[in-house]
């Protein structure tokens, strides 16, 4: 009885010492994964504003603009993103639109259309495509 719970209990634990073990760079992947957890069309916070030049005479309107609520920490994480991380957020279902709304922000692109397309599903049918080619584009 004593030698099969022994060789129970060295099965057990040669069984858990073989799972994968997270290397440093899957450890700090999963870390900017958590942190970048802010981007996703549930969340986000963000507003359409008209914006006119302050330091023009005459002050004249220069467009639609977005707005995007974010702390200091998120506009850093967000300034670092690389382009196929970008690319990648565009073609995922749960931050397509939080990551469009966030370059339009970055890159401060008119977004008049955005007024018209506010919702998700509206973007998604008549403007996805569009802003994709336009990122593709941008981002290279």
């Known amino acids: 009885m004593k030698?099969?719970?022994?060789?129970?209990?060295?099965?057990?634990?040669?069984?858990?010492?073989?799972?994968?073990?997270?290397t440093p760079q899957s450890e700090?992947?999963?870390?900017?994964?958590?942190?970048?957890?802010?981007i996703n069309n549930k969340n986000i916070d963000f507003s359409i504003k008209k914006v006119a030049c302050d330091s023009c005479f005459p002050i004249i309107d220069i467009g639609y603009r977005v707005?995007?609520?974010?702390?200091?920490?998120?506009?850093?994480?967000?300034?670092?993103?690389?382009?196929?991380?970008?690319?990648?957020?565009?073609?995922?279902?749960?931050?397509?639109y939080a990551a469009n709304i966030l370059l339009y922000y970055i890159y401060k692109r008119d977004a008049i259309v955005l007024l018209y397309n506010r919702d998700i599903r509206k973007w998604r049918d008549g403007m996805k495509s569009d802003d994709m080619l336009y990122w593709n584009h941008i981002l290279k």
């Open 28 to 38: 700090e992947k999963d870390s900017i994964t958590r942190q970048l957890s802010f």
């Open 3 to 22: 030698a099969k719970l022994l060789i129970l209990m060295i099965l057990v634990m040669f069984i858990s010492s073989c799972g994968a073990h997270k």
């Open 67 to 96: 707005k995007v609520k974010l702390s200091a920490k998120q506009e850093s994480l967000i300034a670092k993103l690389k382009k196929k991380e970008w690319i990648h957020m565009l073609n995922d279902e749960t931050t397509d």
